[in-house]
């Protein structure tokens, strides 16, 4: 009973300890609490990093209201792979003892007054009151807080800078993304970070180009070591612009932009996007190419590309779009109808309301079928009542959305025979009779039997 009350008395101490951290953090500014790159791993742990992961600082952003959906899972996948990274949200805390840092800390006085920032104001309040709040609680009432998340990657960076110039890359990335670390490290090697680069997946609001926050953003000490010094009011600047604009990763790069930083999007070619494993257009034009990101995961999903990384995946066989293909894709696409199933076929759409008076592609299923056999570059197509769409690019998607009618949930189908047809003409593949073949996870199923059964009547 003794060693139980003691226990329980440390336990204690060490919550309360976590929480006084997090509340005198709150009503701070940045500099008064900084983690220790690395400082939850052992020297065994680091000793294992992959060659290049000592020369860049992972900034992992999230929000208040999900911190714990999937950040908890970051840290037994992620963080497990890098000795260098911070935790960035709208409101401080702890997450398996690593501190969570509040990246609006330092707004003006002005800003955090506005109706922007009801919610941030809320959670100030309600962390004033009770240290161990709960933001997903939907008594906590926390309205609009996905908004907060445009205020962020301008004040993540120059912090991260500010507290750590040292590294070489500065990487911010979204909770709900994953990173290749072996793909990423790797490319990056090829780099030079003296060069003053600003990196990501080109993307373009109002006309201006700028990097793919979901698909990460990767920054050179030459770019944050020229911009940040001589710019330290630059997160103040831009916070009017902020307000009147809908992304935080265009605002970035509208900032950078009136300083002469314009984007690099020459290095990336495909390896970094923005769509999960299942959601990944793969075709001829990307299927040799290494990919290093993806975006919108679920927490399965990171566990998923966790496994599959540490897998099939090292710093000498990169992972390839066409190894997503063969893992998340291949096992589970059908030469028959696959109902109740969205593969989000959309290059070629036809509607009721299509002016083409001879179009019939959306009138039934066996039609829409016919114009995706029609078209040579047609490997999948979707259909629901009135709707027919096909693509050129092989998409697994997911379970379609059924609304009060379910006749009118998407059916799908891939042309599974060009799909291997394509994999066989590429010189990265090597299409033999002894691999598994496409479908292969329905083999036997109810499902494929089925459609057997539809094909024999």
């Not at 109740?340 to 039934?364: F, P």
């Not at 189908?413 to 009779?433: A, P, S």
Request: glycine residues 6%.
């Amino acid at each position: 009973m003794h060693r139980l009350s003691v226990r329980y008395l440390l336990v204690a101490a060490v919550v309360s300890l976590l929480t006084v951290i997090a509340l005198s953090y709150s009503s701070a500014t940045f500099s008064n609490f900084v983690p220790q790159a690395g400082q939850n791993h052992s020297a065994l742990q680091r000793n294992s990093y992959l060659q290049g992961s000592d020369d860049v600082y992972l900034l992992l952003k999230t929000g208040a209201v999900s911190l714990y959906e999937r950040t908890p899972l970051h840290v037994q996948t992620t963080f497990s792979q890098l000795p260098h990274y911070a935790i960035y949200s709208d409101a401080p805390g702890t997450v398996a003892g690593i501190a969570v840092l509040d990246a609006l800390a330092n707004i003006t006085s002005a800003t955090l007054g506005s109706d922007a920032m009801q919610a941030y104001r809320r959670q100030r309040e309600l962390l004033a009151e009770n240290a161990n709040v709960d933001f997903t609680d939907t008594k906590a009432h926390i309205d609009k807080a996905w908004d907060l998340d445009k205020w962020k990657p301008l004040p993540i960076a120059a912090h991260a800078y500010s507290q750590h110039p040292q590294f070489k890359w500065y990487i911010i990335m979204d909770d709900d993304s994953y990173i290749i670390w072996p793909n990423m490290l790797r490319w990056l090697s090829t780099l030079n970070p003296s060069d003053s680069l600003y990196i990501g997946a080109p993307a373009v609001i109002n006309g201006e180009p700028f990097a793919h926050g979901g698909s990460g953003v990767v920054l050179s000490h030459g770019l944050v070591s020229s911009v940040f010094p001589s710019h330290p009011g630059i997160t103040h600047e831009w916070e009017a612009f902020t307000a009147e604009n809908c992304c935080g990763d265009h605002v970035f790069a509208h900032a950078l932009a009136e300083i002469g930083v314009s984007l690099n999007s020459g290095p990336v070619h495909s390896r970094l996007q923005g769509d999960a494993p299942t959601s990944v257009r793969l075709s001829k034009d990307n299927w040799c190419s290494e990919i290093v990101s993806f975006h919108h995961v679920s927490p399965r999903e990171i566990e998923n590309l966790y496994i599959f990384e540490n897998l099939y995946g090292s710093s000498h066989n990169p992972i390839l779009y066409r190894d997503i293909y063969s893992h998340f894709v291949k096992p589970y696409i059908t030469d028959f109808r696959r109902e109740n199933w969205d593969n989000g076929a959309d290059d070629r759409e036809y509607n009721i309301d299509d002016s083409e008076v001879e179009e019939i592609a959306h009138r039934s299923y066996e039609d829409c079928k016919a114009r995706c056999v029609d078209w040579s570059d047609c490997l999948q197509f979707r259909y629901k009542p009135e709707f027919c769409a096909l693509a050129s690019r092989v998409r697994l998607g997911s379970i379609a959305e059924v609304g009060s009618d379910e006749d009118e949930a998407f059916s799908s189908e891939w042309m599974v025979e060009r799909i291997r047809n394509m994999r066989g003409e590429l010189q990265c593949e090597k299409v033999g009779v002894d691999e598994e073949e496409e479908g292969s996870f329905f083999r036997n199923s109810p499902l494929a039997v089925k459609a057997s059964e539809g094909d024999s009547a």
